[in-house]
C-alpha cells in the first residue's frame, strides 16, 4: 500500500539520546504523551539506559501514558555501531512510518539504523546553534537521507543552513512549548535551604554546569554586583561536568556567602517563583526552555542575545538581553533589573503575556502532528 493510501493509524518512532530531564528530553515526552492517539502509534527509543530513580521524572511520564519505551543501554560513542544494530531491530520489529531523532547522536545513530531497517521517512532535529565543526560535517554527512530537519528556532534555522551547511529545503522551524499550568507554582520554596537569607533579592540561573552554559563568565562578573549590592545572591540549579571547578572559583572569589549551588532539582517551579530575576549567560543556545519557564512564571529574565532569545521575548527583548562577553553591560542590567521592581512585575507580565499567546503546547503538537501527516500523507495527485 502507497503512503498516499494508507489508511491505518501512522506509526511513528521517537529517538532520543537519554531521557533525563532537559530541554529536548521534555519536548519529546510532551510530543509522544499529547499527540493524537486516534491517528499516531508512537513508540520512543532512548540510546541510552533508564534514568536512576531520583531522575526519572520524563521516563514515569511516559509509563504512565502507556507509551512503549526502550532503552537501549549505551552511553558512549564508541558504542555507536551496537546502538545502531540495536535500534535497527528494534525499528524493524516495529516498522515505523517515521522516524523523528533529537539531538545529535540520535540524529546519527537514529539514521543509519532507519536506513538499515528501511523506515521510509528521516525526520532529524537540530535543538542548538553548536559551533563545533567536526559534527556539523558528521551531521551533513550521516543525515542525507533525511527528508525535514526540524530546528527548534529560526535562528537555529538560519544557523543550520549557513554555518552548519545543511539544505534549506528540508529545514522546517517548530518552536518549544510550555505547559503553563505548571507555571507560575502554587508555592515558593524556602530559600533558606540554600542559606539564602529571606531579605535578600535573588538572581537565579538554572542550566547544566557546562562550558556552553556561560556561568563561569557569570562567575566573573558577580563580585562586581556585589561589590555595589551586598545583598543580591546567585544561585545556580543544575549540575554538570563543570561544577568542581565552579565551586573551586567560588571558593578562591570568596563569593560562598552569596553564591549558592542547588544540584539538580525537581522543585524548578517553585525555585523560580521565590525568586525575582532569572539571569542565562549561555554562549549559544537553541530556544532555552529555562526561558519560557521563567516568562510563564510572570519573572523578568537577563539573557545572553543567543539563538532563539529574541524570538521568545518578543519586543522586550532588548530590555532583557545583553551580548555575551560585554560585561559591563550585563552586571549593569543585573543590578537595574534587581534594583527595580516596579520594571521587574511589568517586564514580567509581558513575558507571561506573550508565552501564552505564542508558544502553547496545544499549538506545537499541531504542528508536529501536521508536519508528520504531510510526510507521511503527502496529498494525492488528483
Not at 322 to 335: N, Q, Y
Request: glycine letters at 4%; one cysteine or more.
Amino acid at each position: 500500500m502507497t503512503a498516499s493510501k494508507l489508511n491505518r493509524k501512522m506509526r511513528i518512532a521517537l529517538a532520543i539520546t537519554e531521557l533525563e530531564v532537559g530541554g529536548a528530553e521534555r519536548c519529546l515526552v510532551n510530543l509522544a504523551t499529547r499527540i493524537d492517539r486516534d491517528r499516531f502509534d508512537i513508540e520512543v527509543y532512548s540510546l541510552d539506559q533508564r534514568p536512576p530513580k531520583n531522575r526519572d521524572q520524563l521516563a514515569r511520564q511516559l509509563e504512565q501514558a502507556e507509551v512503549p519505551v526502550h532503552y537501549i543501554g549505551t552511553n558512549s560513542s564508541f558504542q555507536i555501531f551496537s546502538a545502531v544494530r540495536q535500534l535497527r531491530r528494534l525499528l524493524s520489529a516495529q516498522s515505523p512510518d517515521l522516524i523523528q531523532s533529537f539531538l545529535f547522536h540520535a540524529n546519527v545513530v537514529g539514521t543509519l539504523a532507519a536506513r538499515r531497517a528501511r523506515v521510509p521517512t528521516i525526520v532529524t532535529g537540530i535543538r542548538v546553534a553548536d559551533p563545533t565543526k567536526w559534527r556539523h560535517l558528521v551531521e551533513r554527512w550521516v543525515t542525507r537521507p533525511a527528508k525535514c530537519i526540524i530546528c527548534v528556532s529560526q535562528a537555529v534555522a538560519e544557523f543550520s543552513h549557513k554555518v552548519a551547511g545543511l539544505p534549506d529545503h528540508k529545514i522546517v522551524a517548530i518552536p518549544n512549548a510550555i505547559d503553563m499550568s505548571r507555571f507560575p507554582a502554587n508555592q515558593n520554596c524556602d530559600l533558606l535551604e540554600f542559606a539564602i537569607p529571606n531579605e535578600a533579592k535573588v538572581a537565579v540561573c538554572v542550566g547544566r554546569l557546562e562550558h556552553q552554559k556561560g556561568i563561569d563568565w557569570l562567575l566573573d562578573l558577580w563580585p562586581k554586583v556585589v561589590a555595589e549590592n551586598p545583598s543580591y545572591h546567585l544561585l545556580l540549579v543544575g549540575d554538570g561536568q563543570d561544577r568542581s571547578l565552579l565551586e573551586s572559583r567560588t571558593k578562591e572569589s570568596n563569593l560562598e556567602s552569596v553564591v549558592h549551588f542547588a544540584g539538580r532539582r525537581h522543585d524548578v517551579p517553585e525555585i523560580l517563583k521565590s525568586c525575582q530575576l532569572l539571569v542565562l549567560p549561555s554562549r549559544w543556545e537553541g530556544m532555552p526552555n529555562v526561558l519560557l519557564e521563567a516568562m510563564a512564571s510572570e519573572l523578568s529574565v537577563l539573557s545572553t542575545n543567543v539563538e532563539g532569545v529574541q524570538e521568545l521575548l518578543g519586543p522586550a527583548w532588548e530590555q532583557q538581553t545583553s551580548d555575551f562577553g560585554d560585561s559591563k553591560s550585563f552586571v549593569s542590567r543585573i543590578s537595574s533589573l534587581l534594583g527595580d521592581e516596579s520594571l521587574r512585575q511589568k517586564l514580567g507580565q509581558e513575558n507571561r503575556v506573550r508565552v501564552a499567546a505564542e508558544f502553547s503546547l496545544d499549538g506545537m503538537i499541531q504542528a508536529y502532528q501536521d508536519l508528520y501527516e504531510s510526510l507521511i500523507r503527502p496529498p494525492s495527485e488528483d
